[in-house]
Protein backbone atom coordinates (compact mmCIF):
# COMPACT_ATOMS: atom_id res chain seq x y z
CA UNK A 1 0.00 0.00 0.00
CA UNK A 2 1.10 3.66 -0.20
CA UNK A 3 -0.11 7.06 1.18
CA UNK A 4 -2.24 8.67 -1.57
CA UNK A 5 -4.39 11.64 -0.88
CA UNK A 6 -4.18 11.77 2.71
CA UNK A 7 -4.54 14.36 5.53
CA UNK A 8 -0.71 16.29 5.23
CA UNK A 9 -0.58 15.90 9.18
CA UNK A 10 -1.07 12.25 9.12
CA UNK A 11 2.34 11.52 10.24
CA UNK A 12 2.82 14.53 13.12
CA UNK A 13 -0.40 12.58 14.85
CA UNK A 14 1.31 8.95 13.77
CA UNK A 15 4.55 10.01 15.86
CA UNK A 16 2.83 11.75 18.58
CA UNK A 17 0.74 8.80 19.40
CA UNK A 18 3.21 6.01 19.04
CA UNK A 19 5.47 4.40 21.25
CA UNK A 20 8.96 6.21 21.21
CA UNK A 21 11.99 3.66 20.15
CA UNK A 22 14.08 4.21 22.71
CA UNK A 23 16.74 2.21 24.80
CA UNK A 24 13.81 -0.21 25.65
CA UNK A 25 13.88 -1.90 22.48
CA UNK A 26 17.01 -0.91 21.05
CA UNK A 27 19.20 -1.60 23.91
CA UNK A 28 18.48 -5.36 24.02
CA UNK A 29 19.15 -5.04 20.21
CA UNK A 30 22.48 -3.55 20.20
CA UNK A 31 23.67 -5.96 23.13
CA UNK A 32 22.54 -8.73 20.95
CA UNK A 33 24.63 -7.09 17.82
CA UNK A 34 27.69 -6.57 20.22
CA UNK A 35 27.71 -10.03 21.12
CA UNK A 36 28.27 -11.82 17.55
CA UNK A 37 31.13 -9.31 17.27
CA UNK A 38 30.24 -7.84 14.18
CA UNK A 39 31.61 -4.38 13.10
CA UNK A 40 28.86 -1.75 13.42
CA UNK A 41 29.52 0.05 10.05
CA UNK A 42 26.41 -0.22 7.72
CA UNK A 43 22.83 -0.62 8.93
CA UNK A 44 19.59 -1.11 6.79
CA UNK A 45 15.85 -0.30 7.75
CA UNK A 46 13.40 -1.36 5.51
CA UNK A 47 9.82 -0.31 6.04
CA UNK A 48 11.50 3.70 7.39
CA UNK A 49 7.93 5.26 7.72
CA UNK A 50 8.60 8.52 9.40
CA UNK A 51 11.92 7.33 10.31
CA UNK A 52 11.51 6.53 14.06
CA UNK A 53 14.46 3.77 13.96
CA UNK A 54 17.14 6.40 12.34
CA UNK A 55 18.17 8.25 15.30
CA UNK A 56 18.90 5.22 17.42
CA UNK A 57 20.68 3.28 14.09
CA UNK A 58 22.42 6.48 13.18
CA UNK A 59 24.24 6.95 16.79
CA UNK A 60 25.43 3.26 16.86
CA UNK A 61 26.05 3.04 13.11
CA UNK A 62 28.60 4.72 10.40
CA UNK A 63 26.07 4.65 7.86
CA UNK A 64 22.53 4.04 7.67
CA UNK A 65 20.18 3.31 4.73
CA UNK A 66 16.53 4.12 4.89
CA UNK A 67 13.92 2.41 2.68
CA UNK A 68 10.44 2.91 2.13
CA UNK A 69 7.94 1.97 -1.28
CA UNK A 70 6.21 5.15 -0.66
CA UNK A 71 7.07 9.10 -1.45
CA UNK A 72 4.87 10.59 0.69
CA UNK A 73 6.82 8.57 3.59
CA UNK A 74 10.30 9.34 2.45
CA UNK A 75 9.78 12.69 1.68
CA UNK A 76 8.71 13.49 5.60
CA UNK A 77 11.45 11.11 6.78
CA UNK A 78 14.16 13.11 4.98
CA UNK A 79 12.75 16.28 6.29
CA UNK A 80 12.72 15.37 9.79
CA UNK A 81 16.63 14.30 8.74
CA UNK A 82 17.66 16.64 6.47
CA UNK A 83 20.29 17.90 9.26
CA UNK A 84 22.43 14.39 8.50
CA UNK A 85 24.66 14.58 5.64
CA UNK A 86 24.00 11.83 2.85
CA UNK A 87 27.26 10.26 3.83
CA UNK A 88 25.80 9.35 6.55
CA UNK A 89 22.28 8.14 5.69
CA UNK A 90 21.02 7.27 2.65
CA UNK A 91 17.39 6.46 1.29
CA UNK A 92 16.21 3.70 -1.14
CA UNK A 93 12.85 4.06 -2.71
CA UNK A 94 11.83 -0.06 -2.86
CA UNK A 95 10.04 -2.74 -1.72
CA UNK A 96 11.21 -4.25 0.89
CA UNK A 97 11.46 -7.99 -1.32
CA UNK A 98 13.19 -6.17 -4.14
CA UNK A 99 15.99 -4.18 -2.01
CA UNK A 100 18.06 -6.71 -4.02
CA UNK A 101 17.80 -4.69 -6.65
CA UNK A 102 19.25 -1.85 -5.02
CA UNK A 103 22.33 -3.01 -3.14
CA UNK A 104 24.98 -5.61 -3.50
CA UNK A 105 24.86 -9.35 -1.50
CA UNK A 106 26.69 -8.76 2.07
CA UNK A 107 26.03 -4.71 2.00
CA UNK A 108 24.67 -4.75 5.69
CA UNK A 109 25.77 -5.64 9.18
CA UNK A 110 22.22 -5.07 10.84
CA UNK A 111 18.98 -5.22 8.90
CA UNK A 112 15.93 -3.66 10.57
CA UNK A 113 12.11 -3.76 10.00
CA UNK A 114 9.66 -2.16 12.28
CA UNK A 115 6.09 -2.68 11.98
CA UNK A 116 6.33 -3.61 8.66
CA UNK A 117 6.92 -7.36 8.22
CA UNK A 118 3.68 -8.79 8.26
CA UNK A 119 2.78 -6.91 5.12
CA UNK A 120 5.77 -8.30 3.39
CA UNK A 121 6.18 -11.40 1.36
CA UNK A 122 7.35 -13.50 4.13
CA UNK A 123 9.42 -15.98 1.70
CA UNK A 124 10.92 -13.18 -0.53
CA UNK A 125 12.06 -10.64 2.23
CA UNK A 126 13.16 -13.39 4.23
CA UNK A 127 15.58 -14.32 0.98
CA UNK A 128 16.19 -10.23 0.64
CA UNK A 129 17.16 -10.03 3.95
CA UNK A 130 19.65 -13.05 3.77
CA UNK A 131 21.45 -12.06 1.05
CA UNK A 132 21.98 -8.64 2.22
CA UNK A 133 23.21 -9.33 5.14
CA UNK A 134 26.83 -10.20 6.12
CA UNK A 135 28.10 -12.85 7.50
CA UNK A 136 27.25 -13.07 11.62
CA UNK A 137 25.09 -9.74 10.92
CA UNK A 138 21.85 -8.95 12.50
CA UNK A 139 18.07 -9.00 11.72
CA UNK A 140 15.76 -7.45 13.72
CA UNK A 141 12.00 -7.61 13.55
CA UNK A 142 9.89 -6.18 16.00
CA UNK A 143 6.36 -5.16 15.86
CA UNK A 144 3.41 -3.82 18.76
CA UNK A 145 -0.12 -3.61 19.25
CA UNK A 146 -2.76 -1.54 20.15
CA UNK A 147 -1.57 0.00 24.38
CA UNK A 148 -3.66 -1.42 27.20
CA UNK A 149 -5.49 -0.44 30.21
CA UNK A 150 -3.53 -1.51 33.25
CA UNK A 151 -6.51 -0.50 35.62
CA UNK A 152 -7.76 -3.69 35.70
CA UNK A 153 -11.83 -1.77 35.64
CA UNK A 154 -10.50 0.20 32.56
CA UNK A 155 -9.01 -3.46 31.42
CA UNK A 156 -12.06 -5.16 31.73
CA UNK A 157 -14.37 -2.46 30.29
CA UNK A 158 -12.87 0.11 28.27
CA UNK A 159 -10.36 -2.34 26.57
CA UNK A 160 -13.14 -4.53 24.44
CA UNK A 161 -13.95 -0.91 23.15
CA UNK A 162 -10.87 0.33 22.19
CA UNK A 163 -10.33 -2.87 20.07
CA UNK A 164 -13.92 -2.24 18.34
CA UNK A 165 -13.14 1.06 17.80
CA UNK A 166 -9.74 -0.10 16.20
CA UNK A 167 -11.26 -3.17 14.21
CA UNK A 168 -13.96 -0.30 13.26
CA UNK A 169 -11.05 1.91 11.56
CA UNK A 170 -9.14 -0.60 9.92
CA UNK A 171 -12.63 -2.40 8.66
CA UNK A 172 -13.55 -0.72 5.50
CA UNK A 173 -9.74 -1.04 4.24
CA UNK A 174 -9.22 -4.48 5.15
CA UNK A 175 -12.59 -5.54 3.72
CA UNK A 176 -14.09 -6.12 0.26
CA UNK A 177 -10.90 -6.08 -1.48
CA UNK A 178 -10.01 -8.15 -4.54
CA UNK A 179 -8.25 -11.77 -4.65
CA UNK A 180 -4.32 -9.77 -4.52
CA UNK A 181 -5.64 -7.12 -1.65
CA UNK A 182 -7.30 -10.11 0.64
CA UNK A 183 -4.49 -12.14 0.48
CA UNK A 184 -2.37 -9.32 1.98
CA UNK A 185 -4.43 -8.34 4.36
CA UNK A 186 -4.74 -11.94 5.35
CA UNK A 187 -0.94 -12.42 5.36
CA UNK A 188 -0.91 -9.43 8.14
CA UNK A 189 -3.73 -10.72 10.12
CA UNK A 190 -2.55 -14.12 10.88
CA UNK A 191 0.80 -12.95 11.41
CA UNK A 192 -0.15 -10.50 14.25
CA UNK A 193 -2.72 -12.88 15.77
CA UNK A 194 0.52 -15.77 15.96
CA UNK A 195 2.80 -12.69 17.24
CA UNK A 196 5.07 -12.97 14.24
CA UNK A 197 5.37 -16.33 15.17
CA UNK A 198 4.38 -17.21 11.62
CA UNK A 199 8.21 -16.01 10.47
CA UNK A 200 10.41 -19.11 9.92
CA UNK A 201 13.80 -18.90 10.44
CA UNK A 202 15.84 -22.13 8.68
CA UNK A 203 18.42 -23.89 10.69
CA UNK A 204 20.82 -24.23 8.05
CA UNK A 205 21.02 -20.15 7.24
CA UNK A 206 20.07 -18.73 10.70
CA UNK A 207 21.53 -19.33 14.03
CA UNK A 208 20.79 -17.65 17.64
CA UNK A 209 17.19 -17.03 16.98
CA UNK A 210 15.07 -15.12 20.01
CA UNK A 211 11.60 -14.26 20.50
CA UNK A 212 10.78 -11.87 23.22
CA UNK A 213 7.22 -11.33 24.02
CA UNK A 214 5.95 -8.29 26.34
CA UNK A 215 2.66 -8.27 27.68
CA UNK A 216 1.15 -10.84 25.95
CA UNK A 217 -1.06 -11.84 28.38
CA UNK A 218 -2.93 -9.45 28.95
CA UNK A 219 -3.52 -8.17 25.13
CA UNK A 220 -3.58 -8.60 21.52
CA UNK A 221 -0.74 -7.73 18.85
CA UNK A 222 -3.29 -7.13 16.25
CA UNK A 223 -3.97 -3.93 15.06
CA UNK A 224 -7.28 -5.20 13.79
CA UNK A 225 -9.36 -8.30 14.56
CA UNK A 226 -11.66 -11.15 12.96
CA UNK A 227 -14.77 -8.38 13.47
CA UNK A 228 -12.72 -6.40 11.17
CA UNK A 229 -12.14 -9.01 8.57
CA UNK A 230 -13.88 -10.52 5.50
CA UNK A 231 -11.75 -13.83 5.47
CA UNK A 232 -10.80 -16.32 8.50
CA UNK A 233 -7.81 -15.05 11.12
CA UNK A 234 -5.86 -18.39 11.11
CA UNK A 235 -2.72 -18.03 13.56
CA UNK A 236 0.29 -20.32 12.61
CA UNK A 237 3.47 -20.82 14.17
CA UNK A 238 7.22 -21.62 12.96
CA UNK A 239 9.49 -21.61 15.65
CA UNK A 240 11.45 -24.51 15.87
CA UNK A 241 13.22 -26.07 18.69
CA UNK A 242 16.47 -24.42 18.72
CA UNK A 243 14.57 -21.28 19.28
CA UNK A 244 14.49 -19.25 22.48
CA UNK A 245 11.34 -17.88 23.19
CA UNK A 246 10.65 -15.80 26.52
CA UNK A 247 7.29 -13.81 27.47
CA UNK A 248 7.19 -11.17 30.05
CA UNK A 249 4.52 -9.19 31.96
CA UNK A 250 5.52 -5.33 32.08
CA UNK A 251 2.79 -2.92 32.66
CA UNK A 252 5.80 -0.15 32.72
CA UNK A 253 6.98 -0.91 29.00
CA UNK A 254 6.86 2.05 27.15
CA UNK A 255 4.16 3.34 29.52
CA UNK A 256 2.01 6.41 29.06
CA UNK A 257 -0.64 8.20 30.72
CA UNK A 258 -3.30 9.28 28.04
CA UNK A 259 -6.58 11.00 28.52
CA UNK A 260 -9.24 10.18 26.49
CA UNK A 261 -8.08 13.05 24.18
CA UNK A 262 -4.74 11.41 23.38
CA UNK A 263 -6.79 7.84 23.22
CA UNK A 264 -9.01 9.13 20.71
CA UNK A 265 -5.74 10.62 18.37
CA UNK A 266 -4.44 7.40 17.97
CA UNK A 267 -7.42 5.68 17.26
CA UNK A 268 -7.63 8.23 14.31
CA UNK A 269 -4.40 7.91 13.16
CA UNK A 270 -4.03 4.45 12.95
CA UNK A 271 -4.03 3.75 10.06
CA UNK A 272 -3.40 6.51 6.67
CA UNK A 273 -6.83 6.52 5.47
CA UNK A 274 -7.68 8.15 2.26
CA UNK A 275 -9.77 11.59 2.51
CA UNK A 276 -12.30 9.67 0.82
CA UNK A 277 -12.66 7.27 3.54
CA UNK A 278 -12.01 9.24 6.73
CA UNK A 279 -16.19 10.68 6.90
CA UNK A 280 -18.35 10.70 9.10
CA UNK A 281 -18.42 7.22 11.05
CA UNK A 282 -21.55 6.77 13.47
CA UNK A 283 -20.07 3.46 14.60
CA UNK A 284 -16.64 4.91 15.31
CA UNK A 285 -18.35 7.60 17.20
CA UNK A 286 -20.23 5.58 19.56
CA UNK A 287 -17.25 3.35 20.41
CA UNK A 288 -15.53 6.89 21.34
CA UNK A 289 -18.15 8.46 23.41
CA UNK A 290 -18.04 5.26 24.79
CA UNK A 291 -14.69 5.38 25.94
CA UNK A 292 -14.98 8.78 27.30
CA UNK A 293 -17.71 7.98 29.64
CA UNK A 294 -15.14 5.04 30.71
CA UNK A 295 -12.17 7.27 31.10
CA UNK A 296 -14.03 9.67 33.36
CA UNK A 297 -13.18 13.17 33.24
CA UNK A 298 -11.25 15.80 30.45
CA UNK A 299 -8.09 15.93 33.02
CA UNK A 300 -8.61 12.33 33.96
CA UNK A 301 -4.84 10.31 32.21
CA UNK A 302 -5.29 6.30 32.47
CA UNK A 303 -2.06 4.18 32.70
CA UNK A 304 -1.38 1.99 29.55
CA UNK A 305 1.77 -0.10 28.39
CA UNK A 306 1.94 -2.07 24.73
CA UNK A 307 2.46 -5.38 23.98
CA UNK A 308 5.37 -5.96 21.78
CA UNK A 309 7.33 -9.41 19.95
CA UNK A 310 11.14 -8.46 19.07
CA UNK A 311 12.58 -11.11 17.02
CA UNK A 312 16.10 -11.43 16.87
CA UNK A 313 18.51 -13.75 14.27
CA UNK A 314 22.11 -14.00 13.21
CA UNK A 315 23.21 -14.81 9.35
Known sequence: WK????????????IATRPKY??????????????GKTPFRDALDIGTGAGSTLGPLLDMFGRVTASD???????????????????????TMSKGEELTKYHAPASFDMITCALTFPLLDTEKALRC???LLRPGGTLAIWFYGPP??????????????LYAAMDQAFKP???????QQRASWKRAAD?????????PFSEGQWKDVRRQKWNNTKARLAFFGPAACDFKVEPVSSVNRLEAVTEKYDPTFWNVNWD??????FVIAVFPKPREMAGPDEIMDGHLKKLREMMGSRDRKASMSWPAVLILARK
Not at 148 to 161: K, S, V
Open 191 to 199: GMASWLDYI
Open 3 to 14: LQNIDAAYWDEY
Open 22 to 35: DPTIFDPIFAYHAA
Open 260 to 265: FEMVRR
Open 173 to 179: VVSGGNG
Open 69 to 91: NDTVSVQFAQHRFQHIPRSRLSW
Open 129 to 131: IFT
Open 148 to 161: FFIEPTLATEAQPI
